[in-house]
């Protein structure tokens, strides 16, 4: 997955955080952290958004 489409997830995920119960919210909101990470990662690599392999 792309930088773009973690950056994508990363925000469905903190969006999907605000409509369910506090339990899950923590899981969606780790979910986006680590999506996070990885464009951050992926951008630290790359030095692009540039979807090349989505």
């Given at each position: 997955m792309s930088?773009r489409?973690?950056?994508?997830s ?22 986006a952290?680590a999506?996070?990470?990885?464009a951050?990662k ?12 989505d």
């Amino acid at each position: 997955m792309s930088a773009r489409s973690k950056l994508n997830s990363a925000i469905n995920n903190a969006g999907n955080a605000r409509n369910v119960s506090r339990s899950q919210d923590i899981q969606y909101l780790a979910a986006a952290i680590a999506d996070l990470a990885g464009a951050l990662k992926d951008l630290e690599e790359n030095g692009t958004l540039k979807a090349t392999s989505d």
